[in-house]
């Protein structure tokens, strides 16, 4: 089941069209990820994949099938964009280059009801249950939050 935050400050939800747009669904999958990409910058960006990979190795982090595995079981966020993986910063430890632990609680609660493109713009937008602030920028110091803040999405995505 693909859903979306309906307070989304996306232009749109993930992978539909702008509502009465004649725009082509790849054109709005297109702003969909600039505005993905504006939102994660205060968090540390998003890179490819293959980039992560290239500074995860650089500083000695997982390896090529640690990465994959991590995106395979959806352990990580990570979205598709024109045939490249794209990964948000904020969820590594970029000193000691690994997955930042607060990150599984959070995806166990929200991987069931959210697409990998939904979950990727739960972690950037302000959030209301995180009085506006952004799960991507309080993991760390609000983990406690940022989880509660799974679980209600959750609800309401579950009706």
């Known amino acids: 089941m693909q859903t979306f935050a309906m307070s989304s400050s996306l232009p749109f939800p993930p992978y539909f069209e702008a509502p009465g747009s004649r725009a082509p669904l790849a054109l709005g999958v297109d702003m969909q990820f600039i505005a993905l990409l504006d939102a994660y910058r205060p968090s540390g960006g998003l890179a490819r994949t293959q980039e992560t990979l290239e500074l995860f190795m650089r500083r000695g982090g997982p390896d090529l099938a640690h990465v994959a595995r991590w995106m395979a079981a959806r352990e990580v966020v990570c979205l598709d964009w024109h045939g490249q993986s794209w990964m948000p910063m904020f969820q590594f430890d970029m000193v000691e280059m690994v997955q930042l632990p607060q990150l599984a609680s959070v995806l166990a609660e929200l991987n069931p009801v959210y697409s ?44």
């Open 116 to 159: 990998p493109w939904a979950l990727a713009a739960w972690f950037a937008e302000p959030n209301p249950w995180l009085d506006g602030e952004r799960p991507a920028d309080v993991l760390v110091t609000h983990h406690a939050g940022v989880l509660d803040a799974a679980r209600a999405d959750r609800f309401v995505a579950l009706g």
